[in-house]
């Protein structure tokens, strides 16, 4: 009579509970290990965020550095031009006053007016009473522009009220954005939204950062323009003291040789 195998006696309770239990724990495992990374994720951004604000704060308190700088600058620059002019006019002064002279010096009739000279004499005369109008005005306007910048100074623009506005206004709205993150959150607690709270407000600071360091930039290209301007026109006044002086030399030579 041939053997029968006999076969091993199954557990058919364990099987099924494996077979109803164990990929379950895998799923659960599995979920775990995806809200762990979500929250490293997380936090990673929150760090970067945060760094790039420290980052970016530093370059605007390097730009208000250079902005300052340029305005003590420009201040300067004004003051070299401004007495540029005045010594300018006054060798023009005494550039007529040594044409008087040497007129005189040149004929026992130099007292006789001559019309035609006279004209050209008053046209000159005009051209430097002209010349001192205009440094006066500038050095009125210049005081005026200072008295503007420090009632500015201490008092809110429109601008910055209109920035409190909307600061205010992206406060009242984080509830509303909160709501919005749950439609696509997984499995989201209270660790999880405050570090969405803290990321979105991490990239609005950075927003706003963004858009005051674009202004500096643009006022720093503006004042190295305008000073660029000032250097070159303190140049060419230092050109003409010089011809000044040259003609001036020139005449005061000419009477110490008669």
Request: net charge negative.
């Amino acid at each position: 009579m041939a053997l029968q195998t006999q076969r091993a006696p199954t557990n058919t309770f364990y099987t099924s509970y494996d077979a109803r239990y164990l990929p379950c724990h895998d799923e659960d495992a599995e979920i775990q290990t995806a809200k762990h990374e979500i929250k490293a994720i997380k936090k990673s951004t929150i760090t970067s965020t945060q760094n790039a604000i420290r980052i970016t704060a530093q370059a605007e308190s390097t730009g208000a550095e250079i902005l300052e700088r340029l305005g003590g600058q420009k201040e300067t620059l004004l003051d070299v031009e401004e007495n540029l002019e005045e010594a300018g006019i006054e060798m023009a002064v005494a550039g007529e006053k040594v044409r008087k002279i040497n007129r005189l010096n040149r004929s026992l009739w130099g007292f006789i007016r001559n019309p035609f000279a006279m004209i050209r004499r008053a046209r000159r005369l005009k051209e430097i009473e002209k010349r001192r109008v205009r440094l006066e005005e500038a050095k009125r306007e210049r005081r005026e522009g200072v008295k503007e910048a420090e009632v500015e100074e201490v008092t809110p623009s429109t601008e910055d009220m209109e920035e409190l506005v909307k600061e205010e206004s992206m406060t009242m709205t984080a509830l509303e954005k909160r709501a919005e993150r749950m439609g696509f959150q997984f499995e989201a607690d209270s660790d999880d939204e405050e570090m969405e709270d803290e990321i979105d407000k991490n990239i609005e600071c950075l927003y706003g950062a963004t858009l005051r360091l674009k202004s500096v930039g643009l006022a720093i290209n503006q004042e190295l323009e305008a000073q660029s301007t000032a250097v070159q026109r303190i140049v060419d006044q230092v050109d003409r003291n010089d011809d000044q002086v040259a003609l001036n030399a020139h005449r005061q030579e000419r009477l110490r040789r008669r």
